[in-house]
Every structure is written in structure tokens, then in C-alpha cells.
């Protein structure tokens, strides 16, 4: 046999020697609920009860649909009925993108046997835009007109902190191009197509940004030409979430000044071009109850289908609503009264209403109960594996081999493969984990209340997670919110953060506890907290708000464990929140989480996330190399960084409970008035 020739063997070593270069690690964060989303679309008809049809796959998250007159990609003969061609938004390995499903739904002709029916239940699935072949971007809110996909992408960087890359974009399907219609330094939220396809209407934060809001953007609505955006005005000053009736009427939301969520008409002037004044607006649906999201129809111009909260449901439904006779209709509440359904769309006829639920819940169907326990998510960071938890404040163990978190309440250690689960103590309210990189099987966590004050019962504890039952060891005193503890390379010390001396600073105690050795590593009348020391022993990283104390504003800061060398390493802008850094394996790299990105969809659209703007973000400690690894429009945060490449495979796991059990936005909370019967809104 002759030997191979030098060359291969070159090119192997060169092979080998990039790997090498780049040593594979992984991130795990977390995102709050998301591991209990099963979003699939949904409709029912509007006139008479009629029957629930699932539309879309249940296998994938799928939300924000659209119901399409016609298959721009094929238009296959059939013995079926006219199939419903619908576009959405779907989550397939981490990360969304745009499909249009024919469905071959049987349910739409109710004539025929219901088990026949089933049988011939049949779709054809088309990606549209997005996905794993493309670059990772968070995708929403599409429409379809004739040949071209108008819909929201945060493709582009805006270069700038604290601004949105939410842009509105359209593709043509049959060439695959792409126009960017937002114009650059703007962000556009929840585009809606007139029914000739001539103008689109956003909400847009416009050109003065976003000023931090969650409950409520305070966006405008601008209309622009959808050929290419042009002609681009403001129409409706506070408004969102539009939807057209005719080429000059739509409706949208926003929050009334007596502080209900409500439904307006906006009507342009014939005359072009229109100005904000000349636009007439009108409330249409009554204080009372919360009405938001509208969807109108454009053969029935007087109805319009809303999501709802009222007074008497913790639950989101789906009404729908006769603006001449001022009643509403109850959709989706005898369906399934204890589930959310959210952001309805009309078919181009108006016989039905389509919205997204979780699968199977609410209602008699089965119950859905494993939840994703690690979720993979692409990323483009070669090397780099990256995971959602279902759990809070993940740690890897010095090998990479075990995760230990927290589940608010309870500590857990688990297999970074997702075996061999432990409960160390399912009950205590403990928040951060940490291993000691020198002993094995000791994880430091807090023990007391989280977001609480200097002087709240919080202290640090070492646990010892690999014996049979694991033991406690309590290493400060005091209870003054000592908490975030994490430790030097060489297990010795263990930096803090603490409220001692009446504000949360950080300090650095002997790892066998305060009473071994306690120095003061920050001080200053401001909050120094989530620290993380790097791998090779020099730094603490850290988030503060000693620019802005008190203003709820943090940016990430660098110091050396002997109080030298005092740096900032990212402000995400003026009132700016970047929270939760740590390191990479090889101490060159910190992970966090960050407002950089604004937010990137109405979060009155989303279940409740107290932080719908938190992305996860790496960078060199130099500030070079800013990269957004999670696009989506949900609250991701506390991530950790480890030394071990994770196999890139979802890990479920029973969890026993019903899958959909997240909160509804807070902020629609209506809660009954010391007077008894009267309802108030939270907060109003
Ligand atoms: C998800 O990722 C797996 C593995 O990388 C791949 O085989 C699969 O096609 C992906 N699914 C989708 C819908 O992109
Ligand atoms: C502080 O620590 C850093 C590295 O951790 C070192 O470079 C520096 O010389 C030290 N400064 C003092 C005053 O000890």
C-alpha cells in the first residue's frame, strides 16, 4: 500500500490546529416560562359555534398567523376542498422563521364524517424566510401579498445601544430578493398590509428610540408605500398593532388615559399626501375591559375580532366585537376558558378567525406535560453550543460535566447531558449558583427573597451536592442580602455582593467563610452586584449602576481582586441594563445578558416577561467583538459560560404540570376595588 501523500497529512494537522485555536465551549441561560410555550395556530369560525381546528403542526412553536388568499409557491391540483393557505412564524431549533402551510383541513367542509376528516388531514409545509439556513434573526408578523412576504427581521445591526433591529422587510418569493423597508435608525413593530397591498402601516418607535418602556411602546403608526417603502408618514401619533379594513381605514391599540387597553378606527384623508392632522381617529371599544390586538375584517367592515381581558378571567380570548351595535362575542371562552389565545387574524372571507393557544390546553384535550428541559439553539459563534434552561442561574461544574440551578425555589444539580436529575433541596429560595473550581462537588448559592433591599435575610452557603445528603455550610452572617458569590481559580476566596455597609457592594470573604477573612473590594453609595471571577484569577466582573445610582440603570465593570484597575466593559446607553456578565473557559470572552438590542415586538403581542428586551450577548474584554446570540422578542437572561462542548440535542423532560402555565401580561391584571363589586385595574 502506498503511503498518503504530504499534503493530507498537511492538511489534517491544519484542520486539527484551527480546532485547537478555537476551544469548543458552551453558554446555557435562561428564559422566563419559554420552556412551557406550545403555541400552535388555531381557528374557529365566527358565525355559528363551529368546531376548533388546529391548523399548524404540534411539533413546533408556532404563533402569528396569517391567513393567505392564495400559494404563491405551488398550487397543486387536488381531489380535497380548497385548502387554507396560511403563513406564520415558527421556532424550530432556537431559532424563528417564516412558513406557509397548505392545509388540506377537511374541517373546513364540516359535510362530511368527522373520522374521515381526520384522516384526510394533510399539510404541506414551505419555509419561507429564516431558519437555521440562514443567519440567526428573530422573524414576525408576516403577510403575504401576491408574490411578495412583507414581515419584521432583526437581521441588521443598528451599531447603536438601546435601539430595536426590528425592521420591516419584504421578499420577493419567486427571486428571493429582499428589500429592507424601515428606513435605517428607525424600528418597526407588527407591520400590517392594506387589502390592495398598496400601503403598509407599523408601529414605529421613530427617530427619538425607545425610551425603556415594556407595557406600553408608545409607538406611532406610519403607512408607507410596500413596493419600497416610500412615501413614508406618520399617521396616528401613540398607537400599535394595526390592521386594515380598506386602503384607507385601519384599526389599531393603545392604552386609553382612562387606562384601559382599547381599539381605534383611523381614517386618511382621500387627499395624499395625508399628515397626522388630517387623519381621523376614534375609539371604538368601551372602557372596562382591556381590548387590544384587533384584526378587521374587510368583507365585514363592522366587526373586528380583539384579544380581551376582562374583569372576571385571568385568561386572554379572543372576542369578537360589532362596531355598530357596540357588543361583543365570546370566541374562544367556551372552547377553552382557562387558556390565553392571543393575536387573532380573519380569513379573507371573514368566516374565520385564526389566533395561537397552547396546544391541548384548557381544554378537555390531553394534557401536554413534558417540557423542553435544555433547548439548543443555533448559533453563529462557531465553537460555541448554546442552551436555554428551564431553570434560573445555571453553573457548570469546573469540567463542564454537571449544571448546577436554581428553580425559584429549590437547588439542582444535574448531568449537562440532562441525566441524573438531583434534587439537593427542592424548597429553599435560593437565586445564583456557583462551583469552587478546586473542590470537588461544592456549589456556593444564597439562601433569602431575591430583588430585595440591603438589610433582607440573604446569606451565602456552601453545599456539598455529590453526598447522599447534601450538607449545608453557612458562610456569612449578618442576613444583609449577601448573595452572588463566586470563586478565585484556586477555590481560596469567594467575591460577593452585600448590603453591610447600607449599600450592595462586592467583597471578597475566605471560601471557608466571612470569619476566615473578609476584605472590602468596592464602596461607594451605589449597587455593585452579580459578579463573576475570571479563569486565570485577575478580574471580577460585575454589573453596577455607580453612574447612575438608584436609576435602575446597570452596565457591566471590570476590576482586579485588589481593587485596582477600575473599568466599565459595556453601558448599553443612558438608562442602559446590562446584568448578569461571566466569563468565558478561556477568560477572554464575558456573556450577559442586555437591553443593546431594545425591544424586538410589541410585548403586549407575547405572554408576560418582566424584561422582554433581555438578549444574550458576548464580547472580548477589549469591547470587540459584540455578538447578539439570542433574537427573540422574550426576557432571556443569567447566562453561564462552560468549559465543555455541549452535544447540540433538546433534552425534555415530565414535569407533571400542565405545559402552558405562564402568566398573561401582568400589566392587564384587573383586580376588584376595596368596594366590592367595582373593578379597578392594577396599578390604574
Ligand atoms: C434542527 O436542527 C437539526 C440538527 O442540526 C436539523 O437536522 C434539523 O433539520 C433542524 N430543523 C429545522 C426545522 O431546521
Ligand atoms: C493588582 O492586581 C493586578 C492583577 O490582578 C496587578 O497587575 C497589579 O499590579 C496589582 N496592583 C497592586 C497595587 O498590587
Given at each position: 500500500m502506498k503511503s498518503p501523500h504530504p499534503i493530507i497529512f498537511l492538511i489534517i494537522f491544519f484542520i486539527i490546529d484551527s480546532n485547537a485555536a478555537k476551544p469548543a465551549s458552551s453558554i446555557v441561560f435562561t428564559t422566563l416560562g419559554r420552556s412551557r410555550y406550545a403555541f400552535d395556530i388555531f381557528s374557529l369560525p365566527i358565525t355559528t359555534t363551529g368546531t376548533e381546528i388546529q391548523l399548524t403542526d404540534g411539533n413546533s412553536v408556532n404563533f402569528n398567523g396569517y391567513f393567505a388568499s392564495g400559494n404563491p409557491i405551488s398550487n397543486p391540483t387536488t381531489v380535497h376542498t380548497q385548502p387554507t393557505h396560511l403563513v406564520y412564524v415558527t421556532e424550530r431549533n432556537g431559532s424563528s422563521s417564516i412558513y406557509l402551510d397548505s392545509v388540506y383541513d377537511a374541517g373546513m367542509d364540516r359535510t362530511r364524517k368527522r373520522s374521515v376528516l381526520e384522516a384526510e388531514l394533510t399539510r404541506s409545509q414551505h419555509r419561507l424566510v429564516g431558519g437555521s439556513s440562514g443567519r440567526i434573526s428573530m422573524k414576525d408578523r408576516p403577510s403575504l401579498v401576491g408574490d411578495y412576504l412583507v414581515y419584521v427581521?432583526?437581521?441588521?445591526?443598528?451599531?447603536?445601544?438601546?435601539?430595536?433591529?426590528?425592521?420591516?422587510?419584504?421578499?420577493?418569493?419567486?427571486?428571493?430578493?429582499?428589500?429592507?423597508?424601515?428606513?435605517?435608525?428607525?424600528?418597526?413593530?407588527?407591520?400590517?398590509?392594506?387589502?390592495?397591498?398598496?400601503?403598509?402601516?407599523?408601529?414605529?418607535?421613530?427617530?427619538?428610540?425607545?425610551?425603556?418602556?415594556?407595557?406600553?411602546?408608545n409607538t406611532d403608526i406610519y403607512v408607507f408605500l410596500t413596493r419600497d417603502g416610500s412615501s413614508r408618514v406618520k399617521v396616528v401619533e401613540h398607537g400599535g398593532w394595526p390592521s386594515w379594513v380598506d386602503d384607507s381605514t385601519f384599526f389599531f391599540h393603545r392604552k386609553s388615559d382612562d387606562g384601559w387597553w382599547s381599539v381605534y378606527k383611523a381614517v386618511l384623508p382621500q387627499k395624499k399626501p395625508f399628515t397626522v392632522n388630517s387623519v381621523v381617529t376614534q375609539r371604538v371599544t368601551p372602557a372596562g375591559l382591556h381590548s387590544f390586538t384587533p384584526a378587521a375584517s374587510v368583507t365585514k367592515k363592522n366587526i373586528i375580532a380583539v384579544?380581551?381581558?376582562?374583569?372576571?378571567?385571568?385568561?386572554?380570548?379572543?372576542?369578537?366585537?360589532?362596531?355598530?351595535?357596540?357588543?361583543?362575542?365570546?370566541?374562544?371562552?367556551?372552547?377553552?376558558?382557562?387558556?390565553?389565545?392571543?393575536?387573532?387574524?380573519?380569513?379573507?372571507?371573514?368566516?374565520?378567525?385564526?389566533?395561537?393557544?397552547?396546544?391541548?390546553?384548557?381544554?378537555?384535550?390531553?394534557?401536554?406535560?413534558?417540557?423542553?428541559?435544555?433547548?439548543?439553539?443555533?448559533?453563529?459563534?462557531?465553537?460555541?453550543?448554546?442552551?436555554?434552561?428551564?431553570?434560573?442561574?445555571?453553573?457548570?461544574?469546573?469540567?463542564?460535566?454537571?449544571?448546577?440551578?436554581?428553580?425559584?425555589?429549590?437547588?439542582?444539580?444535574?448531568?449537562?447531558?440532562?441525566?441524573?436529575?438531583?434534587?439537593?433541596a427542592p424548597d429553599i429560595t435560593a437565586f445564583s449558583t456557583a462551583w469552587n473550581p478546586a473542590r470537588k462537588g461544592v456549589v456556593y448559592t444564597s439562601i433569602?427573597?431575591?430583588?430585595?433591599?440591603?438589610?433582607?435575610?440573604?446569606?451565602?452557603?456552601?453545599?456539598?451536592?455529590?453526598?447522599?445528603?447534601?450538607?449545608?455550610?453557612?458562610?456569612?452572617?449578618?442576613?444583609?442580602?449577601?448573595?452572588?458569590?463566586?470563586?478565585?481559580?484556586?477555590?481560596?476566596?469567594?467575591?460577593?455582593?452585600?448590603?453591610?455597609?447600607?449599600?450592595?457592594?462586592?467583597?471578597?470573604?475566605?471560601?471557608?467563610?466571612?470569619?476566615?477573612?473578609?476584605?472590602?473590594?468596592?464602596?461607594?453609595?451605589?449597587?455593585?452586584?452579580?459578579?463573576?471571577?475570571?479563569?486565570?484569577?485577575?478580574?471580577?466582573?460585575?454589573?453596577?449602576?455607580?453612574?447612575?445610582?438608584?436609576?435602575?440603570?446597570?452596565?457591566?465593570?471590570?476590576?482586579?481582586?485588589?481593587?485596582?484597575?477600575?473599568?466599565?466593559?459595556?453601558?448599553?446607553?443612558?438608562?442602559?441594563?446590562?446584568?448578569?456578565?461571566?466569563?468565558?473557559?478561556?477568560?477572554?470572552?464575558?456573556?450577559?445578558?442586555?437591553?443593546?438590542?431594545?425591544?424586538?415586538?410589541?410585548?403586549?403581542?407575547?405572554?408576560?416577561?418582566?424584561?422582554?428586551?433581555?438578549?444574550?450577548?458576548?464580547?472580548?474584554?477589549?469591547?470587540?467583538?459584540?455578538?447578539?446570540?439570542?433574537?427573540?422578542?422574550?426576557?432571556?437572561?443569567?447566562?453561564?459560560?462552560?468549559?465543555?462542548?455541549?452535544?447540540?440535542?433538546?433534552?425534555?423532560?415530565?414535569?407533571?404540570?400542565?405545559?402552558?402555565?405562564?402568566?398573561d401580561c401582568t400589566f392587564l391584571d384587573i383586580k376588584s376595588n376595596s368596594h366590592g363589586d367595582e373593578k379597578i385595574q392594577c396599578g390604574g
Open positions: 427581521s432583526t437581521h441588521e445591526e443598528t451599531g447603536v445601544g438601546r435601539t430595536s433591529w426590528a425592521a420591516v422587510y419584504s421578499t420577493q418569493l419567486s427571486t428571493g430578493l429582499t428589500r429592507r423597508l424601515t428606513p435605517q435608525g428607525v424600528a418597526d413593530f407588527s407591520p400590517a398590509v392594506s387589502p390592495s397591498g398598496l400601503w403598509t402601516a407599523v408601529a414605529s418607535s421613530g427617530e427619538d428610540g425607545w425610551g425603556g418602556e415594556v407595557e406600553e411602546l384579544a380581551t381581558r376582562r374583569a372576571n378571567s385571568d385568561y386572554r380570548h379572543i372576542e369578537l366585537y360589532d362596531i355598530v351595535s357596540g357588543t361583543f362575542k365570546d370566541l374562544t371562552r367556551s372552547v377553552a376558558p382557562r387558556a390565553h389565545h392571543y393575536n387573532p387574524f380573519m380569513s379573507p372571507d371573514s368566516s374565520r378567525v385564526g389566533y395561537h393557544k397552547c396546544r391541548g390546553s384548557g381544554s378537555n384535550k390531553k394534557m401536554i406535560t413534558n417540557d423542553m428541559f435544555l433547548e439548543n439553539i443555533h448559533t453563529p459563534k462557531s465553537g460555541i453550543s448554546l442552551f436555554r434552561i428551564d431553570g434560573s442561574f445555571p453553573s457548570f461544574s469546573p469540567d463542564g460535566n454537571q449544571i448546577a440551578y436554581v428553580g425559584l425555589p429549590g437547588l439542582y444539580v444535574v448531568n449537562s447531558d440532562g441525566s441524573d436529575h438531583r434534587e439537593i433569602g427573597p431575591t430583588f430585595a433591599s440591603v438589610a433582607t435575610d440573604v446569606d451565602i452557603y456552601a453545599v456539598e451536592v455529590d453526598t447522599d445528603e447534601p450538607t449545608f455550610t453557612k458562610l456569612t452572617f449578618g442576613g444583609q442580602n449577601n448573595a452572588f458569590p463566586s470563586v478565585s481559580p484556586d477555590g481560596k476566596y469567594i467575591v460577593f455582593r452585600s448590603g453591610r455597609s447600607g449599600h450592595k457592594n462586592l467583597y471578597i470573604m475566605s471560601a471557608l467563610g466571612e470569619k476566615d477573612g473578609l476584605t472590602q473590594l468596592t464602596n461607594g453609595p451605589w449597587t455593585d452586584t452579580m459578579c463573576n471571577w475570571s479563569p486565570d484569577g485577575d478580574h471580577i466582573a460585575f454589573a453596577s449602576d455607580r453612574h447612575n445610582p438608584g436609576s435602575g440603570s446597570f452596565a457591566l465593570y471590570m476590576v482586579h481582586p485588589n481593587g485596582t484597575g477600575l473599568q466599565q466593559l459595556i453601558h448599553s446607553g443612558s438608562l442602559g441594563r446590562t446584568n448578569h456578565p461571566w466569563f468565558s473557559p478561556d477568560g477572554k470572552s464575558v456573556v450577559f445578558t442586555s437591553d443593546y438590542a431594545g425591544v424586538s415586538a410589541e410585548p403586549i403581542s407575547n405572554p408576560h416577561h418582566y424584561q422582554p428586551y433581555g438578549d444574550i450577548f458576548t464580547m472580548k474584554l477589549d469591547g470587540s467583538e459584540l455578538t447578539r446570540l439570542t433574537h427573540n422578542s422574550y426576557e432571556d437572561g443569567t447566562p453561564c459560560w462552560g468549559p465543555k462542548f455541549m452535544k447540540p440535542k433538546d433534552v425534555e423532560w415530565p414535569v407533571g404540570k400542565e405545559k402552558c402555565s405562564f402568566d
